[in-house]
C-alpha cells in the first residue's frame, strides 16, 4: 500500500513557472516507476512525464519536452514535477502515480497507486 499526496499547484500566468511536489508513504520499495499525469475539465487524462526511481531515467511526452522536468529524491520519498513558460492548455489537474513495473510506462494502466491530485490554472 502507498499513499500519495500532491502538492504546489495554484494559479500563475501564462508564461509563469510552479514546482509540483509528491510525498509518498507506505510501501513504497517496490514503486520502481513514479510519473505525472494530468486531466482537464472533460478531457481525458494524458501522461506527462514519468522517471525510474533506482536509475533516474526520464520519459516525457513530446508537448512537454524542454518546458517541464521530472525528478525525485529517494530520500525523502519526493517526486517533483517543475513546470515553465506555462501555457493555459497546461490547466488542469495534476496527478502523481507509481509503479511496481521497472520499464517506464506512459500508460496509466502500468501504475498502481495515484495520489488525489493538485490544481494548476493558467491564465492567459
Known amino acids: 500500500q502507498v499513499q500519495l499526496v500532491e502538492s504546489g499547484g495554484g494559479l500563475v500566468q501564462a508564461g509563469g513557472s510552479l514546482r509540483l511536489s509528491c510525498a509518498a508513504s507506505g510501501r513504497t520499495y517496490r514503486s520502481y516507476t513514479m510519473g505525472w499525469f494530468r486531466q482537464a475539465p472533460g478531457k481525458e487524462r494524458e501522461f506527462v512525464a514519468a522517471?525510474?526511481?533506482?536509475?533516474?531515467?526520464?520519459i516525457y511526452a513530446d508537448s512537454m519536452k524542454g518546458r517541464f522536468t521530472i525528478s525525485r529524491d529517494n530520500a525523502k520519498n519526493t517526486l517533483y514535477l517543475q513546470m515553465n513558460t506555462l501555457k493555459p492548455e497546461d490547466t488542469a489537474v495534476y496527478y502523481c502515480?507509481?509503479?511496481?513495473?521497472?520499464?517506464?510506462?506512459?500508460?496509466?494502466?502500468?501504475?498502481?497507486?495515484w495520489g488525489q491530485g493538485t490544481q494548476v490554472t493558467v491564465s492567459s
Open positions: 502515480a507509481v509503479g511496481s513495473r521497472v520499464g517506464l510506462s506512459h500508460s496509466g494502466s502500468d501504475y498502481d497507486y
Open positions: 522517471i525510474s526511481r533506482t536509475t533516474g531515467s526520464t
